[in-house]
Every structure is written in C-alpha cells, then in structure tokens.
C-alpha cells in the first residue's frame, strides 16, 4: 500500500481560495488512482474528486465541480486539490486516497472504491 499525507489545509475567509497537498510514499504513486473526500462534523465522508494514474481524466462530486481542480504530479507524488471562492460549507476535514487495481474512469467516488487514505487535514471557511 501506499503512505499518504495531506497538507495546506488552515483557516481562511470566505471567497479565498487554498491549495491542499497529498504527499505519497511508498509503492509506485502512479499506478493509483487518487481521490479527495472531505467530511464535516456529523456528516458522512463526501467525494470531492478523483483523478486517473496518468492525470488526464478527473471527475469531481456535486459540491466540487466549478470550483475545485484535483491534479497530480507523478514525479513528485504529489496529488493537489486547488479550491476556488471557498465558502463556509466546505469547512471539513479534507483527505486523500489512493485507489490501486483497474476501475473504469469515474466510478470511483464512495470511500470503499480507494484503499488506502491518509490522515486529513482541515479546512475551516469563515463567514
């Protein structure tokens, strides 16, 4: 399996806009497919966004698309999230998942479909 390790969360006004990290270590990074899920107090883990093993192909949850980037740099096994006019709704802890085996393109997106997740990160939006 792979080590994961987000980063950049933090606290900021509404309308900003922040760039969260996911640093993995491990076996090889791309051979996964990576996700973002975030989760708010009382709530259920939600899908924010997946990406391919190559990068070429992203897809994002409802609350995500317009707004939110996922990509990822191979070389650096990195994966990012870049989140866009934030608002206090998407204060969560954000997390990253790695996704090993074949699955078509976009159907990863329940918390299951990924294997291994890291520790999170929180991203707090003040009104």
């Known amino acids: 399996q792979v080590q994961l390790v987000e980063s950049g969360g933090g606290l900021v006004q509404a309308g900003a806009s922040l760039r969260l990290s996911c640093l993995a270590s491990?076996?090889?990074?791309?051979?996964?497919?990576m996700g973002w899920f975030r989760q708010a107090p009382g709530k259920e883990r939600e899908f924010v966004g997946g990406?391919?093993?190559?990068?070429?192909?992203?897809w994002y949850g409802d609350s995500a698309k317009g707004r939110f980037t996922i990509s990822r740099d191979n070389a650096k096994n990195t994966v990012y999230l870049d989140m866009y006019n934030l608002k206090p709704e998407d204060t969560a802890v954000y997390y990253c998942?790695?996704?090993?085996?074949?699955?078509?393109?976009?159907?990863?997106?329940?918390?299951?479909?990924?294997?291994?997740w890291g520790q999170g990160t929180q991203v707090t939006v003040s009104s």
């Open positions: 990406i391919n093993v190559s990068g070429d192909r992203k």
């Open positions: 998942a790695a996704g090993g085996g074949f699955r078509p393109v976009g159907v990863r997106t329940k918390p299951g479909d990924f294997d291994s």
């Open positions: 491990g076996r090889t990074f791309s051979s996964y497919a």
